[in-house]
């Protein structure tokens, strides 16, 4: 229902580059771009009033999760000609194709990651979640489509950056709750240098309880009253909020960048540390002058030491 | 010899005497600048500056005053009570409400024209141009498009402004020069825009077409002559004797009598006598009369779409459109002459624009920074732009999904990716709009009682009067749009297709029919040739000159072509034939010649018109070496003529040389966008056999363009597919 801003948050590419693709989609792509792939293939809806993109970008498409797949093998009838039929409105649901362990077998056996997350899981988590028990308008027919764009989806990988993992998942967030951008608003006033906190932390951080799953992120999105308002859950040595964020720097990055300098002054500060790094780097400043006074002392102290014993020969 | 060095001086004596001499000399510059440059620049240019007088602008008594207020309010309160009441019940239960409201005290205090309090508490029984404006407005707040909000002197941003110079040196156009340079993006910029280059339907430039009277002897009136106005200047808020030429200068500016001919009150004023602009003569020459009334001055409001139309509903529906309301009153004495042939026939009214129906204001969309107003950021033809670099589009209010009531909404929202708006929503042109003018064989309009441009083709109609080009927003320098198929194939050239070429057998019958009547007048006119011509511009060409056009098409336009992304835009076909200084000449043209109005108009003797334009003074300091070095060498290589600029003065002894007249060698192709309707263009309009589109000249493929001429194959998704490269 509400995928929305998409067709004006991503970039499209035209339809005539996708032949210089080394991954050549599925055949039947053809017929249905000639008009998904129209950049504004989209209307307003007369009930919601919101914007419903029709818009495929093709080479997003491509490189999203499902980009070998056919577009019947999820849309399978009713498509037959322009205008579709009535029934091809009805929805898809995720957890038709990716319920049982099927799927998660041919991933290993195509020596793929295991997945890290379980759809059966997804869903019940999901039906916990103010989005799906909320009586609000706005919420109603929510479904996994609402977030995610199956045509565009990607798994945010390990080594991603941070800025801009935290970047694109709060944009699915502020693609409804846009209001939260007024600088007017009240709701987030106790965050001091809000703005700056949602560069650096996803909504999700404050707004899933900690998954039990084993799971990373839970799909129970908490309403507002049973949200974390409390500075502690991320400004302290245990905290377990920030670090599901953290599981995405690589292994490598934190290799070549030398663990001191990443944990010091990575992108969003060592866990339990002052989270200000003009106030991390004069607290180092003050270690390294302190050494540098005992080295010199001590130095000058072994001059002394040698000019009395020669003296005194 | 030890005596201690004496105290130095800061400055040697010679140092000081130095300094002393260059001071001196700075101030013998400066002042021959103020005081010399100016009529030395004024007798160079052969151009005359005078105090300004206005036989309108009286001072009326204080008696005077009150009865012109109480007409005023009166007149004011009657409009907008009738508007109000416009669609209830019967005339008589209409006018019953009218003088209710009329003499209700809330509407008497919103609708009372408000300079009459201004005037009256300051005193001011007079107009008297600029000067009374700028008492209060002397300063004016404007605000930036990035919000940022600026205090500036009210006289340097309009005399700075398009609307009075014609003309910009700035960068920032989407034009392109046949050489591939943007126009003025470098370091050396010339003036470009209207004054120095020809009307839209050329004839005449600003600078010799300025102001023009003209006897016409109408046969309805038995030999008597009336004398008509003519000229540039009537369109143009300059009050004086021709162009703001001193603007052209990197130095030196207009003098202060100039800047108090501005007319502030044409688009200020809601009551402006249009009949009191006409061109008068004096003792210095000929200029333009306004309205200096003190009526006029006291109906200031804010700027109505009445106030713009005044002058460009000349160039949208153009002077014959029966809505033009300016065209309803051509001068209490020499009337203007009207342009009956349409230069774009797009009109903006309540009755032909679904924008102008709905009460959009035209500073709606071109939303002015004070008195810079823009006209957006496509461009194709060269008129100077105030502020190339503000957007003036659809998208501001509709975005990019319009269309809400269709079943096919999400497809026709589809579509904007690859049609600009207006190339559904103008469906036709007025039927007077102007395909081809022969300025060189004119005829006699016998209700006018002059001799006129004959239009050999007019065409409102899609396909003939115009058509269908990829446009990204760049033009040429002689107004031809440039894009391309998004998949950048070299099979779309439209400056060797479609504007050089006119196909149509119907229109091609017409141009044919109008060779046969002209040669009854002309018995020197081949006919077959005529036509040809007319409608294949290109074989006027010597083959060597055909092969450095494509090649210079290929080599400096192709890459400007694929720039950004183009989409289909409709575009108004034109071309004239005119004299030209085939001296001069490129593989994209020749420099035209301009006509004297006045003779042209009275013998319809072309030749001797060119003649007596030539002339001018500023068209032989064209033809001298500091023009040529100041800017016509630059403005030739846009032209795409790269060796310069030949000054060979083509009159000698009286007689014209290297002078032939021709048709120009590529139609330029005008953009519209007014006149919208709002019930847009079917599918089928387009795809389908005898569809409005020609898409092999747009460059599709021939089985692509069967496939979109085929709506049964596009709605089709279960087909063969194949592959189509």
């Not at chain 2, 004011?76 to 009441?85: C, D, E, G, S």
């Not at chain 2, 809601?270 to 200029?287: C, K, P, S, T, W």
């Not at chain 2, 589109?693 to 089709?716: F, H, I, K």
Request: charged content about 20%; some cysteine.
């Amino acid at each position: 229902m509400m995928l929305a801003l998409f067709l004006f948050t991503t970039p499209i590419t035209a339809v005539t580059n996708q032949a210089h693709s080394a991954m050549k989609p599925p055949e039947d792509h053809r017929a249905c771009l000639r008009c998904h792939a129209m950049k504004t293939l989209a209307y307003r809806d007369p009930l919601s009033k919101k914007i419903i993109t029709l818009v495929i970008d093709p080479s997003g498409f491509e490189h999203s999760v499902h980009g070998q797949l056919n577009c019947r093998e999820c849309h399978e009838q009713h498509y037959q000609r322009y205008p579709h039929s009535e029934r091809a409105r009805a929805p898809l649901h995720c957890v038709k194709c990716h319920e049982d362990g099927k799927k998660q077998a041919q991933h290993q056996s195509n020596h793929q990651p295991p997945r890290q997350y379980q759809f059966t899981t997804i869903e019940q988590e999901f039906k916990r979640s103010v989005h799906a028990t909320s009586d609000e308008p706005d919420a109603q027919d929510f479904n996994c489509h609402s977030c995610h764009n199956p045509h565009q989806f990607q798994r945010s990988q390990i080594g991603k950056p941070l800025a801009q993992v935290v970047r694109d998942d709060n944009a699915i967030c502020l693609s409804c709750h846009e209001q939260r951008f007024d600088s007017l608003e009240t709701t987030h006033a106790w965050l001091p240098r809000r703005d700056k906190h949602w560069q650096a932390v996803r909504c999700l951080e404050c707004h899933t309880p900690l998954s039990t799953t084993g799971q990373p992120v839970s799909h129970q999105i908490l309403a507002a009253a049973d949200s974390k308002v409390d500075c502690v859950n991320c400004h302290s040595q245990d905290a377990q909020l920030l670090t599901r964020l953290y599981q995405y720097r690589s292994q490598e990055d934190v290799a070549r960048t030398g663990f001191i300098a990443k944990a010091v002054f990575n992108d969003a500060y060592i866990i339990g540390m002052s989270r200000s790094p003009i106030i991390d780097f004069i607290g180092l400043l003050m270690i390294a002058l302190t050494a540098l006074v005992l080295i010199g002392h001590g130095w000058g102290r072994y001059r002394a030491a040698q000019q009395l014993s020669r003296g005194s020969q | 010899m030890n005596d201690p060095a004496p105290v130095k001086p800061l400055l040697s004596h010679l140092a000081q005497r130095r300094l002393l001499i260059i001071s001196g000399i700075l101030l013998i510059v400066f002042i021959a600048y103020r005081l010399f440059y100016p009529p030395l620049f004024d007798a160079y240019v052969g151009k005359t500056n005078a105090p300004l007088t206005y036989a309108n602008s009286q001072t009326v008594t204080p008696q005077a005053f009150e009865l012109l207020a109480r007409d005023l309010s009166h007149q004011a309160r009657y409009q907008k009570a009738a508007a109000i009441v416009a669609t209830d019940q019967d005339p008589f239960a209409r006018q019953v409400k009218i003088e209710m409201l009329m003499n209700t005290a809330s509407f008497v205090r919103d609708t009372e024209p408000t300079h009459i309090k201004y005037f009256r508490q300051a005193g001011i029984r007079r107009y008297d141009g600029p000067k009374t404006c700028l008492g209060c407005h002397a300063t004016l707040q404007v605000t930036h498009s990035d919000g940022r909000i600026e205090t500036v002197n009210t006289l340097d941003d309009i005399v700075n402004s398009v609307h009075f110079k014609f003309q910009s040196t700035s960068s920032g156009f989407s034009t392109y020069g046949y050489d591939g340079r943007a126009v003025n993006s470098g370091q050396r910029r010339i003036p470009v825009g209207k004054i120095d280059r020809a009307c839209g339907i050329p004839g005449s430039f600003t600078w010799t077409g300025w102001a023009a009277l003209v006897k016409s002897r109408p046969d309805n009136a038995q030999g008597a002559i009336e004398i008509r106005s003519e000229g540039c200047g009537q369109c143009h808020i300059g009050g004086n004797y021709q162009p703001a030429t001193e603007k052209m200068m990197p130095i030196g500016d207009v003098p202060n009598e100039a800047k108090a001919g501005l007319d502030c009150l044409i688009c200020h004023a809601a009551n402006y006598d249009m009949n009191q602009r006409y061109v008068i003569q004096d003792e210095y020459g000929l200029r333009w009369n306004q309205d200096r009334s003190l009526q006029a001055a006291l109906s200031v409001a804010p700027v109505t779409n009445d106030n713009c139309l005044r002058c460009h509903q000349h160039n949208m529906g153009g002077d014959a459109y029966i809505h033009n309301q300016a065209a309803q009153n051509l001068g209490e004495k020499h009337r203007r002459l009207l342009h009956h042939g349409a230069k774009r026939g797009n009109p903006f009214s309540p009755e032909d624009d679904r924008h102008a129906t709905a009460g959009i204001q035209c500073t709606d969309c071109h939303i002015p920074e004070g008195h810079k107003i823009p006209r957006g950021r496509l461009g194709v033809d060269l008129v100077a732009n105030d502020l190339p670099n503000k957007e003036v589009s659809c998208e501001q209010c509709h975005s990019q999904l319009p269309h809400n009531h269709s079943k096919d909404k999400a497809l026709l929202n589809g579509h904007i990716t690859r049609l600009a708006c207006e190339t559904c929503h103008i469906k036709q042109l007025e039927e007077n709009n102007v395909v081809l003018r022969d300025w060189v064989h004119p005829t006699w309009n016998a209700e006018e009682g002059v001799f006129q441009p004959t239009d050999v083709y007019r065409s409102g109609a899609v396909g003939t009067g115009f058509t269908f080009l990829w446009f990204n927003g760049n033009g040429t320098f002689l107004a031809n749009a440039l894009g391309n198929h998004p998949n950048h194939n070299l099979n779309y050239n439209p400056l060797m297709q479609q504007m050089v070429r006119i196909d149509d057998a119907g229109a091609i019958a017409a141009i044919r029919a109008k060779a046969q009547e002209l040669k009854r007048q002309y018995p020197e006119i081949d006919v077959e040739q005529y036509v040809r011509t007319a409608t294949d511009p290109l074989s006027q060409l010597s083959p060597e000159l055909l092969a450095k056009r494509q090649a210079m098409i290929e080599a400096n336009l192709r890459s400007v072509m694929n720039q950004g992304e183009s989409r289909i835009y409709p575009f108004k076909l034109f071309n004239a034939m005119m004299y030209e200084d085939m001296g001069n000449q490129g593989p994209f043209g020749a420099m035209i010649l301009p006509f004297d109005y006045a003779s042209y108009y009275e013998t319809g003797d072309p030749k001797a018109a060119v003649k007596k334009a030539l002339q001018d003074p500023i068209v032989q300091r064209m033809y001298q070496l500091p023009f040529k070095l100041y800017m016509m060498d630059e403005f030739m290589a846009y032209f795409g003529v790269m060796d310069g600029w030949q000054p060979n003065y083509p009159l000698v002894n009286g007689e014209l040389k290297r002078v032939e007249a021709h048709w120009m060698r590529q139609m330029g192709t005008l953009m519209v966008n007014h006149g919208i309707q709002g019930r847009g263009r079917e599918c089928k309009d387009c795809h389908a056999l005898n569809g409005i589109m020609n898409y092999e000249a747009l460059g599709y493929s021939p089985e692509r363009a069967a496939e979109l001429r085929d709506l049964d194959v596009l709605t089709q998704v279960e087909l063969p597919f194949v592959d189509r490269k």
